[in-house]
């Protein structure tokens, strides 16, 4: 069994036995209970792309990406907290950070702990060289001030990476820094209460005068934006991921129903028009899958198009997953839209991927401009 196969296998297995169980409750109870989320650290979830040399599991981005496919098909909320924090973390730390930040941070990871990432604020989200969040330079410190909102992971997380102005505002993306800081009694956390994935822990953080060491910027002083840049096209395609977890959920969902209902003497699946959904459906996850997969594999291979297939594979999954997810409540009637139904739970949660890392009218922007040779990776 190829490496990919395994993971694939081992994932399926720990989320069949461990995440089943709780997933309903994770939704509804809008957190994780302190056990499942040990387990999961300890299962090497939320440190995928650390490094082995740090201790970590050093899945590829396709590795990755299968891994949180397959939690995200038993349990979306633990599949996005391990695209942030086995993922999106990782990543600048491990490309761009110095020795000693990888030794600690990557370290933190390995040993089970949980990073978030705090890049969005009230007043803006597509527009991330507009943030304001201060970051300002005070011997070898930075002090922070500013809130940051829908950061997933906030209350589990051990450690920040938090995108500050160091530099003037007129400055836009030239003067934006992306620093490390700890847990701290200065992060003021208030969960927020979301249509979907709930439980992963979306929440509003507000920084008042938190302290982080100057070496703790990732990089150089306001060259944080690129940096954060190529750390949303890895997130575009392990969020892609979790969409198609979703995908292949109520897929599955609606194809059992469509074989056990009857309706006019005989299973609906015998009725042509649900035939038309079901194919429609497989087709939808196949072809979200295949992209998925290329963008992760042009990622690992450092190609300089990977930022646009990471793009076209989000906006791909993310808009053909809502029309998945919406035929698949189709195919289940009244039960679908009750929430005795998994597949309510997972209309909830599909939208999600038409919003995070960048909505579906920003991937459309990154795509042209890359066809325009505007992006390039570094
Ligand atoms: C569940 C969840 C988890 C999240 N987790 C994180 C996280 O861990 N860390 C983090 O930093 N952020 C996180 N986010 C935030 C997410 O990345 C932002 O919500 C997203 O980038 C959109 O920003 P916004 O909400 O400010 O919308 P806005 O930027 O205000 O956009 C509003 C609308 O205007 C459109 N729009 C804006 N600018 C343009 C333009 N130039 N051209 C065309 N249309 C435009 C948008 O497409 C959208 O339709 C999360 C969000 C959710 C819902």
């Avoid at 942030?84 to 990557?106: D, H, N």
């Avoid at 620093?179 to 822990?201: A, F, H, N, T, W």
């Avoid at 009750?338 to 309510?344: A, H, L, N, Y």
């Amino acid at each position: 069994m190829s490496r990919v196969e395994s993971i694939r296998q081992s994932t399926r297995e720990f989320s069949e036995r461990r995440l089943r169980p709780v997933a309903r409750a994770i939704d509804e109870r809008n957190s994780v209970p302190e056990d499942v989320l040990r387990e999961v650290a300890e299962m090497g979830y939320f440190s995928l792309r650390v490094p082995e040399e740090y201790g970590g599991p050093g899945l590829s981005v396709l590795e990755s990406t299968i891994a949180i496919e397959e939690l995200a098909r038993v349990s979306s909320a633990i599949a996005i907290m391990a695209t942030v924090s086995g993922s999106m973390v990782p990543y600048p730390i491990a490309k761009y950070g110095t020795e000693e930040q990888k030794e600690r941070y990557l370290g933190i990871l390995a040993k089970g702990g949980i990073g978030a990432f705090a890049l969005t604020e009230p007043c803006c989200g597509s527009d991330a060289s507009a943030i304001t969040t201060r970051g300002t330079i005070e011997g070898d410190e930075i002090v922070i001030e500013g809130t940051k909102t829908y950061i997933t992971n906030a209350p589990y997380a051990d450690f920040f990476l938090v995108a500050v102005r160091t530099g003037r505002e007129e400055d836009r993306h030239k003067g934006i820094s992306l620093v490390i800081l700890d847990k701290s009694p200065c992060i003021k956390i208030s969960k927020l209460d979301m249509m979907g994935y709930r439980g992963s822990g979306t929440s509003e953080l507000r920084l008042e005068g938190c302290r982080t060491s100057l070496s703790n910027v990732i990089g150089e002083v306001n060259g944080g934006f690129k940096k954060i840049m190529m750390t949303l096209n890895e997130g575009r395609v392990t969020t892609a991921a979790t969409g198609l977890g979703i995908m292949q959920a109520a897929f599955e969902e609606a194809f059992e129903y469509s074989k056990q209902r009857t309706s006019m003497g005989v299973p609906i699946i015998e009725h042509q028009m649900v035939q038309h959904l079901i194919a429609e459906m497989n087709v939808l996850l196949e072809t979200s899958r295949l992209i998925v997969y290329e963008a992760a594999r042009r990622l690992d291979a450092e190609d300089p198009e990977a930022p646009r297939y990471a793009s076209i594979a989000k906006l791909f999954t993310a808009s053909r997953g809502v029309d998945l997810v919406r035929m698949a409540m189709q195919v289940l009637g009244g039960f679908g839209y009750s929430r005795d139904s998994v597949v309510e739970r997972l209309y909830r949660d599909i939208k999600m991927i038409e919003i995070g890392d960048g909505t579906n009218e920003i991937q459309r922007l990154v795509i042209v401009k890359s066809l325009l040779g505007k992006i390039r990776p570094s």
